[in-house]
């Protein structure tokens, strides 16, 4: 298993600030993915952050709006630009658990932007 | 075009009864399924899983049941528990290419069990 910690666990943002989550794993791990879930929606992938190359964005996401830093084997950021009311969200963080595609899941991190 | 569906966000069952999830998908090339649970603010955590070459697999109180031609998926649980009370996230895996693997998740049942 791997014990995945986030911070901010929650955070209230004013409409166009930026804010930076960062995510730690307790073990090196090659791929980490960072989830958004939508009030009432179901999780889905932003993109997946390899160490030492860009990370690689699903469609409807981008790295203008989504940056992502993976500079170590333990660790990722994921930074939610310019937000609007629309970006309030959990935003959480997963690395893989096997290869069939189960994931351990940190507790995420609740943004509410006003 | 959601590919994994949870037709029902809530169910509420009585403690001790049977607690059945349901999950359609339309992607013929899922080949892993997944049951999730997710409590209020934690991440959610992996349930039981079930390969499209099985039709069923059990892990104490929770079994879950494939219809690969009906495209459908469930969960059951019983006995019912209230601490079973949470989201039930199903997810669904394909592969793309080389190792590399595309999770889709459902939108979530609430599941609450009352005592």
């Known amino acids: 298993s791997a014990v995945i910690s986030q911070k901010p666990s929650r955070d209230i943002c004013q409409r166009g600030t930026s804010l930076t989550i960062q995510c730690q794993v307790d073990?090196?791990?090659?791929?980490m993915f960072w989830y958004r879930q939508q009030p009432g929606q179901s999780l889905t992938l932003i993109a997946t952050?390899?160490?030492?190359?860009?990370?690689?964005?699903e469609s409807g996401f981008v790295i203008d709006k989504f940056p992502i830093s993976r500079p170590n084997l333990t660790f990722s950021t994921l930074t939610v630009s310019n937000m609007s009311p629309e970006d309030s969200s959990i935003y959480l963080c997963?690395?893989?658990?096997?290869?069939?595609?189960?994931?351990?899941f940190g507790e995420g991190s609740r943004l509410t932007v006003l | 075009d959601q590919q994994v569906k949870q037709n029902s966000p809530s169910l509420s069952v009585q403690e001790g009864r049977i607690s059945i999830l349901n999950c359609d998908y339309t992607?013929?090339?899922?080949?892993?399924f997944l049951w999730y649970k997710k409590y209020p603010a934690e991440g959610p955590t992996f349930l039981i899983s079930?390969?499209?070459?099985?039709d069923k697999n059990e892990d104490g109180r929770f079994t879950v049941f494939l219809n690969k031609s009906a495209k459908h998926l469930s969960l059951h649980i019983v006995p019912s528990q209230p601490g079973d009370s949470a989201v039930y996230f199903c997810?669904?895996?394909?592969?793309?290419?080389?190792?590399?693997?595309?999770?889709?998740f459902g939108s979530g049942t609430q599941l609450t069990v009352l005592p």
């Open positions: 992607n013929s090339m899922f080949d892993y």
């Open positions: 952050a390899n160490q030492g190359s860009e990370a690689t964005y």
């Open positions: 073990s090196q791990v090659t791929m």
């Open positions: 997963s690395v893989g658990a096997n290869p069939y595609g189960e994931l351990f």
């Open positions: 079930i390969s499209s070459i099985k």
């Open positions: 997810a669904a895996s394909a592969h793309l290419s080389g190792s590399a693997r595309q999770l889709t």
